[in-house]
């Protein structure tokens, strides 16, 4: 098994923290010329069973004033061809602008979207209860993992549920 992962989310969520965890120094390097301006490729996991290439996707994070048409159609068609989007929030935090807009633009895509809630070492496990039902308002995700980047809690859990997509 192997696929494409785009990683997004609003700066500060922890991102590279999450790639770190999982990547580590298990990173593969790819040539520069696999990177073009529209997915960045930020790490591959190879375990037994499957393959894993996490892409950055460039121009979503940023507020919609802010960018032009065409890196909005880049953006989309990136979503449009990865077979699954890491939807990454700061569970701390309630929902941002940011995270509104970037929930807009999902709901454009058939592609199936994780939302993964991270941080969850910095709240109340009643709390997380609260925050999923929020988020389950706004749309129809493919699944909801909560974990912390930091802490390593919940990761493994999240990428057997990855592997089923890909
Ligand atoms: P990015 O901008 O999305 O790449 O976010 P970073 O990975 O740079 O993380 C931003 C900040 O959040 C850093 O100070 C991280 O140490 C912190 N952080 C990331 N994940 C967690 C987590 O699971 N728990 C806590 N408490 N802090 C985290
Ligand atoms: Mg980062």
Redesign the pocket.
């Known amino acids: 098994k192997s696929g494409f992962i785009s990683i997004i989310?609003r700066?500060?969520?922890?991102?590279?923290?999450?790639m770190n965890k999982v990547i580590g120094h298990k990173v593969a390097i790819m040539s520069d010329k696999a990177q073009t301006t529209r997915n960045k490729v930020q790490g591959v996991l190879t375990t037994d069973d499957a393959q894993m290439i996490f892409i950055d996707t460039p121009g979503i994070h940023k507020p919609k004033h802010a960018l032009g048409d065409y890196m909005m159609k880049i953006a989309k068609n990136t979503l449009k061809e990865v077979d699954l989007i890491m939807f990454?929030v700061n569970v701390d935090e309630s929902i941002g602008k940011g995270d509104e807009y970037i929930i807009e633009l999902l709901k454009q895509t058939k592609t199936p979207v994780f939302l993964v809630l991270?941080?969850?070492?910095?709240i109340h496990p009643d709390q997380l209860l609260v925050e999923i039902e929020k988020y389950q308002k706004t749309m129809e995700f493919a699944e909801i993992v909560p974990?912390?980047?930091?802490?390593g809690l919940n990761i493994e859990t999240l990428l057997t549920q990855f592997k089923r997509y890909l």
């Open positions: 989310g700066p500060n969520v922890g991102k590279s923290t999450f990454m991270n941080k969850i070492d910095l974990i912390s980047a930091l802490e």
